[in-house]
């Protein structure tokens, strides 16, 4: 039995260490990358368009994805801002819901406390941007 628990171990090793490696590999890109992802949200953040109206949100994280390698499928549903971004083949798969629209008289300087934003109507004030992860989702 202590050689059949061994040789299971041994075949998992490999594995765990190639699954350790690529938690490792995505880290490291997040960690890289992080400045643009920063600045594409501050994007988003100052742009504050209202629910099928964020054109240059959408015309922004499109080009963004599209510029790193994922297919871009826009105008879905019948809704011109809504799009889906494909990358690779196989499984997992993983979906990704991202709401991003703002809300009307929610105006918001980038600062922890209320503050309105001069000139700026709409705005992300509040958690309603949602990011909404499954794995091998049918349909997705």
Same mark, same amino acid.
């Given at each position: %039995?202590?050689?059949?628990?061994?040789?299971?171990?041994?075949?998992?090793?490999? +594995?765990?260490?190639?699954?350790?490696?690529?938690?490792?590999?995505?880290?490291? /890109? +997040?960690?890289?990358?992080?400045?643009? @992802?920063?600045?594409? &949200?501050?994007?988003?953040?100052?742009? #504050?368009?209202?629910? @099928? %109206?964020?054109?240059?949100?959408?015309?922004?994280?499109?080009?963004?994805? &599209?510029?790193?390698?994922?297919?871009?499928?826009?105008?879905? &549903?019948?809704?011109?801002? &809504?799009?889906?971004?494909?990358?690779?083949?196989?499984?997992? +798969?993983?979906?990704?819901?991202?709401?991003?629209?703002?809300?009307?008289? %929610?105006?918001? #300087?980038?600062?922890?406390? *209320?503050?309105?934003?001069?000139? %700026?109507?709409?705005? /992300?004030?509040?958690?309603?941007?949602?990011?909404?992860? *499954?794995?091998?989702?049918?349909?997705?």
């Amino acid at each position: %039995m202590a050689s059949v628990v061994l040789l299971l171990l041994c075949l998992s090793l490999p +594995i765990s260490v190639f699954a350790q490696d690529g938690k490792a590999a995505v880290l490291a /890109h +997040i960690e890289s990358n992080k400045a643009s @992802y920063g600045d594409v &949200a501050q994007e988003i953040w100052g742009f #504050a368009e209202l629910g @099928y %109206m964020e054109e240059q949100s959408a015309a922004l994280l499109e080009s963004t994805l &599209a510029n790193a390698g994922f297919q871009v499928e826009n105008g879905v &549903a019948e809704m011109p801002t &809504a799009f889906v971004a494909s990358y690779g083949s196989g499984s997992p +798969i993983v979906g990704i819901l991202a709401e991003y629209d703002a809300l009307p008289g %929610m105006s918001q #300087a980038r600062v922890p406390l *209320r503050q309105p934003e001069p000139g %700026m109507e709409s705005g /992300h004030g509040c958690g309603q941007r949602t990011l909404d992860f *499954r794995s091998d989702c049918k349909g997705c």
